[in-house]
């Protein structure tokens, strides 16, 4: 388009220049005939150099932006707020986020094969609806070959932590389910990630979860007496929640992981202080109901990973 741009316009220039040309020669030596120098001359070649310089403008400006409209159209990008839900009803967990979407049909297509269904609504409400992506991504999961290449994959985009997240948080679930005594009944039965995705035996296990099951913090080195088995286990295991915390949680961590600001602020409150920490740590009413507690403790932020992560495996479908 720019090179047949610049070919009519340089034909325009010259036709102009020509006209110019024959302006200066007529007045030169037609001077003495009074028809040519006031009537033929002016009507003829000065709209001939007026039109000329128009026509360069036409084909600078409105032909060129025709020509490329297609293209523009194309390659138009809008950000548009989303609202992604999970679980069997929306109103058990959802996270809004900014999303940057085609402006076109196709490009409508591409959003939506990465695995979530849009409902035309004003607030373009996003729901998690493909079961049977899930399904094959648990099972790519569960494969010691797939989940190390998954794992290579996440590498690529610089999100290894959101799949850490998952693997150390199941770990911490699956840890509370051996080894507490009560039945922590789920209070939405299948919805929970931990009885869903059944990692690799070969993966390596969580130093937070699983190394030295009852040691105290350095700053307390003592272990605890005069108090029975639940008290310690709910001790260890809220030790171990609070490590998940400033691992992957807390602001500034390590792993930071990119979760909702509500989420993020219930967990803050409750493991985000010093004060409040010792005193979740020597609460000792109720181990039953605390231990469903701490069960479900990380259910929404793993979810919200977890729709980061099928989003990843999505991309991860479409590599060599």
Not at 233 to 240: G, H, N, R, T
Request: with cysteine.
């Amino acid at each position: 388009f720019i090179i047949k741009e610049l070919k009519y316009i340089f034909i325009a220039l010259s036709i102009d220049n020509i006209a110019n040309i024959l302006v200066f020669l007529g007045s030169t030596f037609l001077w003495q005939y009074t028809l040519f120098y006031h009537i033929i001359i002016p009507c003829f070649a000065y709209n001939v150099i007026w039109g000329c310089q128009f026509i360069a403008c036409l084909i600078s400006t409105k032909w060129v932006n025709k020509k490329v409209h297609s293209i523009v159209q194309y390659n138009q990008y809008s950000v548009v707020r989303k609202k992604l839900s999970y679980g069997i009803d929306e109103s058990i967990s959802s996270v809004q986020f900014l999303q940057i979407n085609r402006s076109n049909n196709n490009g409508a297509k591409q959003v939506n094969d990465s695995g979530f269904s849009s409902k035309s609504t004003s607030g373009s409400v996003s729901v998690y609806t493909s079961n049977k992506n899930k399904e094959l991504f648990y099972k790519l999961l569960s494969k010691q070959q797939g989940f190390h290449a998954f794992m290579l994959h996440l590498s690529k985009e610089f999100s290894m932590e959101t799949l850490l997240f998952l693997i150390e948080v199941i770990q911490y679930q699956n840890y509370i389910k051996s080894h507490c005594k009560y039945d922590l009944f789920s209070d939405r039965p299948g919805t929970s990630l931990y009885e869903k995705i059944v990692f690799p035996q070969e993966i390596p296990k969580s130093d937070i979860v699983y190394a030295d099951d009852f040691k105290i913090n350095e700053q307390n080195p003592d272990p605890i007496r005069d108090i029975n088995d639940d008290n310690i286990l709910l001790y260890s295991l809220k030790v171990k929640a609070i490590q998940i915390y400033r691992k992957y949680i807390k602001p500034q961590s390590e792993l930071e992981i990119n979760i909702s600001y509500h989420g993020r602020r219930i967990l803050n409150k409750l493991m985000g202080h010093e004060e409040i920490i010792q005193a979740w740590l020597q609460n000792k009413t109720n181990p039953p109901f605390q231990f469903k507690e701490l069960l479900d403790l990380y259910d929404e932020a793993c979810n919200q990973i977890f729709a980061l992560v099928i989003d990843s495996f999505n991309r991860f479908k479409h590599t060599n």
